[in-house]
Every structure is written in C-alpha cells, then in structure tokens.
C-alpha cells in the first residue's frame, strides 16, 4: 500500500508508534498454556517492558485472565483508549474482526510477521487507523523502544 497511514516500510513511523505505545489490545492472544507461541511470548515480553496489555482472546471461553489482566472479547468492549491493537490471527481470518477493530478505534492496528489483509489495511486506513502489518511488535519493541 502507498498510503501514508500504511506504516509498515517506515521504520521512523514505527519506531514513534511503538515508543509512544503504552497500551496494546492483543486480539487472539493464547494463554500460558501456550507459552512458547508468539501469540502468548509476544505480549508476555510487552508486559514484562511496562506496556499495559489487554487480552483479546478469540478461543479458550472459560478464561477470565491473561497474564493477570482481564480477558474482553471484544477489542470494542476494552474500555479507554488504545495505543495498538496487536493481532494474531491468520491474514484470511483478520476481516472478521474488522467491525470490531473500527469500533474500537485505536491509534495504530499492528498484523504479526507474516500477516497481511490489504482489503481490511484499507479500510481501517479510510478510518484513520495506522496499519502495520507483517512486522514482529516484539522485534521493533526491542529495537526502538530501548534506544528512547
């Protein structure tokens, strides 16, 4: 995409993004029962470097909490506002959540390595969201955040 909300290729865009995140919305995060995927290790390094992370999982119903935060079903029903909502779900399975991602509103909304749906990029950039896809939150966590 060339469109200016469309951040993914600007490495000064993401490195203010990511330094000025202080709350991130994780749609389809796991639980630690799932430690050792990035839909759990991701956020869990997030928290562990003094982000607030919200819990948006798509499956487990029964579960109240992650990472000792309260589990939303919806990125909407987060209450306040959001700096990114991370998402971990397969490209073709990202315009599902589209309604919910406009009504929440937040800053930026960030598609995993290896995530992309231009189609819903589009419209959430139509919207006046940030899009970021196919970056690691982690990775540029790590790069830029620590530099300050």
Not at 85 to 95: E, K, N, P, T
Request: hydrophobic share 45%; glycine share 6%.
């Amino acid at each position: 995409m060339n469109d200016i909300r469309d951040i993914s290729d600007d490495d000064a865009r993401v490195a203010e993004l990511v330094r000025g995140a202080r709350r991130v919305a994780v749609l389809g995060i796991k639980t630690e029962a799932q430690a050792d995927q990035p839909a759990f290790y991701v956020p869990s390094y997030l928290k562990s470097a003094g982000v607030e992370v919200i819990p948006v999982p798509v499956y487990y119903p029964d579960v109240k909490t992650i990472l000792g935060q309260q589990v939303y079903r919806r990125v909407a029903d987060v209450p306040g506002p959001i700096d990114i909502v991370d998402v971990f779900r397969r490209g073709q399975d990202v315009a599902a959540h589209l309604d919910d991602l406009l009504a929440a509103r937040p800053r930026a909304v960030w598609l995993q390595s290896g995530i992309r749906s231009d189609a819903v990029a589009e419209r959430l950039i139509e919207a006046g969201v940030l899009v970021v896809q196919d970056r690691c939150l982690m990775v540029d966590h790590r790069r830029f955040a620590a530099r300050g």
